[in-house]
């Protein structure tokens, strides 16, 4: 019989069941699947454009002929997937993987007329993939919206080819004094008051902000994807911690 623990997940602030969990940020993200954009330049100021930019330079991908294989998870609306292939060459394929029809809708609109991308519906939690498949893995702003992390790691592992890479930008742990204080008031009231006012939305704004504080903080999330078999984990912090991008190897 499982634990109260274990059978137990947080959607934002709020004690719920873990199987209950997954539909309920299905829910959240089928409302706001057309103000994706939006809801993110509430959340980062417009700072997640650059962010996002920082994520793929640091990937840095391959920019010849030679085949190269990324796994986008959550990416529904193709705003990793799509820099991945500008800034790659032409051996570059990208498959989006995503829960929400609606994300994906919103995404295969974008993208249209890009052969080299595949959007694909499915859980980060069991991967429709085979082992040993893909080049890179990445995750933005996806990661602590998952009921159980662990397992998406491990399937991020499963899924990289050896060699592969796995990067992770997600909001974080502000590390920068008086800033911390700053964005805690910031997004706490303001993002919601913004959400009603912008998206008539004011919950769906109030639990990406409170998932934003249950997410684990930069070292415990490193913990986390060494546990999952990845190494030489680094991390690198965005506008003082307000975001962090995650960086791992399966060797």
Not at 175 to 188: H, K, Q, R
Request: proline letters at 4%.
């Amino acid at each position: 019989m499982k634990s109260t623990k274990e059978s137990e997940a947080n959607f934002g602030f709020s004690p719920v069941a873990a199987e209950a969990k997954q539909g309920l940020v299905n829910e959240v993200f089928a409302r706001v699947a057309r103000r994706y954009d939006l809801m993110n330049d509430l959340m980062s100021g417009g700072l997640h454009r650059l962010w996002k930019d920082d994520l793929i330079s640091w990937l840095a991908p391959p920019k010849g002929a030679s085949p190269f294989a990324l796994l986008d998870v959550a990416g529904g609306t193709g705003d990793i997937a799509s820099r991945f292939l500008g800034a790659s060459g032409s051996g570059a394929r990208a498959v989006i993987c995503d829960i929400s029809a609606e994300m994906l809708a919103v995404g295969r609109e974008r993208a249209a007329e890009e052969e080299r991308l595949a959007f694909v519906q499915g859980n980060a939690e069991f991967l429709p993939f085979p082992e040993r498949n893909f080049d890179a893995y990445t995750i933005a702003f996806g990661m602590r919206n998952l009921t159980h992390i662990d397992k998406a790691l491990t399937e991020a592992f499963r899924v990289l080819k050896p060699g592969g890479r796995f990067l992770c930008l997600e909001f974080s742990a502000v590390e920068t004094p008086i800033l911390d204080a700053l964005y805690d008031a910031y997004s706490m009231n303001a993002i919601p008051a913004l959400g009603a006012l912008v998206a008539g939305d004011a919950a769906s704004y109030r639990y990406l902000v409170e998932s934003i504080r249950r997410f684990p903080d930069q070292k415990s999330f490193i913990g986390m994807i060494e546990t999952a078999g990845f190494e030489r984990v680094r991390y690198r912090n965005l506008t003082g911690g307000i975001a962090a991008i995650h960086s791992a190897w399966r060797l």
